[in-house]
């Protein structure tokens, strides 16, 4: 038996079966060392105060970013240079490739989102500098470019969740999804800071724009598996991101203090500031809603609808437990229980709204994939941009 011919067929299949994976994790990549450099930052402010525009959690912020769109403009330009040498052009890469700007460019839907939200974040960093250069010191996270730079990353995320939907059929395109959507959870508990704007008391309107993200987005996991596991996986990662970044978060902002001769606030509380914004029985509720899914299935109740009860249910449950998971971090004695009941109740219809949308954000993940026997697509028949 000739064993080097035989190592050769399987290297050259292992290659084939795993199409796109190095620009994929690049992009994923660059996306969880954004969200090291924010976890980082959130608690350099918290423990130490405000900052200048270049400091190391920044920089991991823009780093990140730009892995992503290096990577991104790198597959747009290789397959750009495929479809003009007349080359097949693999739609499980980033997606079926999209003209942009008439046809000087072909990029694959996914790829082409991501690498938007790096442009993107680029121009609103220019726009923090700036901010910073006129009003100095950053003291509260919720400024116009903050804003900007965290929905630009957000994009680029959705964008790398994109990508690895196209993958679909491989086992690391489905945990690449899983991740992405837990990345992007971990994001809106920031993100969501921008609500603190809306006064509607008694409901905290932070803890039911938390609890809607983290329904839609666990039930996207759901709708794009179609089978059990989608929303407890992706709740799953997230509890190992937050377990991480709890004791990474205060431990970074200590080191650096110590490196850069800075002190510490007397007053921190030592809770990790990310961390504690995300939801702690996401998990729990991930398996709430796998049980209402699996019902549905023996039933045959409509997976649409049932998506619409559970997300209420699920966003219900994480509002109720929100403003209770408060109390527990920062050891408060007193709870508010119209508080509670209100921000379960709004969180609650907005989740609706949340499992409404998230199944069919799931559906259209799905979409990304070749049909089967496409795999060699050669490009033609391309949407404008």
């Keep these: 038996m000739d064993l080097t011919a035989s190592g050769a067929r399987v290297a050259v299949t292992t290659r084939r079966a795993r199409p796109g994976l190095v620009p994929a994790s690049t992009v994923l990549g660059g996306s969880v060392i954004s969200m090291v450099g924010l976890t980082w930052d959130v608690q350099w402010h918290s423990d130490v105060g405000p900052d200048t525009f ?20 790198a597959v747009v330009l290789l397959t750009t240079a495929a479809q003009r040498a007349g080359r097949p052009v693999d739609p499980r890469i980033g997606g079926r490739a999209v003209n942009v700007f008439g046809r000087t460019f072909a990029a694959p839907a996914g790829y082409l989102v991501s690498g938007v939200g790096a442009a993107a974040f680029l121009l609103y960093g220019l726009w923090d500098q700036w901010w910073h250069g006129l009003y100095g010191f950053d003291a509260v996270i919720d400024s116009p470019p903050h804003i900007g730079l965290l929905l630009s990353i957000t994009l680029s995320i959705i964008g790398t969740t994109m990508v690895f939907a196209a993958a679909r059929e491989h086992r690391w395109g489905r945990i690449g999804v899983f991740g992405s959507l837990a990345v992007l959870i971990a994001f809106s508990s920031i993100t969501v800071l921008g609500l603190q704007q809306v006064n509607i008391e008694p409901v905290s309107a932070t803890s039911a724009g938390t609890a809607m993200l983290a329904v839609l987005l666990i039930t996207a996991g759901a709708g ?36 850069v001769g800075l002190p510490v606030r007397d007053y921190v509380t030592g809770v990790p500031e990310m961390p504690a914004l995300m939801p702690m029985l996401l998990l729990p509720v991930a398996v709430v809603l796998e049980v209402l899914f699996v019902l549905s299935r023996r039933q045959s109740w409509q997976p ?3 998506s619409v009860v559970a997300g209420g249910v699920g966003g219900l449950l994480i509002g109720l437990s929100m403003p209770l998971q408060d109390v527990w971090i920062y050891s408060l004695r007193v709870v508010d229980l119209p508080t509670v009941l209100a921000t379960g109740a709004v969180a609650g219809a907005l989740g609706l709204l949340g499992g409404f949308a998230g199944w069919r954000f799931g559906g259209m993940l799905r979409l990304l994939a070749p049909a089967s026997g496409n795999s060699g697509d050669s490009g033609k028949g391309n949407a404008d941009a």
């Design 54 to 73: 270049f400091t190391l959690p920044h920089l991991f912020l823009y780093a990140g970013s730009a892995i992503v769109g290096l990577a991104s403009l």
């Design 224 to 259: 794009f598996l179609r089978r059990p596991g989608g929303a407890v996986v992706t709740a799953a990662i997230l509890a190992v991101v937050q377990a991480l970044f709890w004791w990474f978060s205060p431990w970074a902002a200590r080191a650096y203090t110590d490196l």
């Design 304 to 306: 649409g609808r049932v």
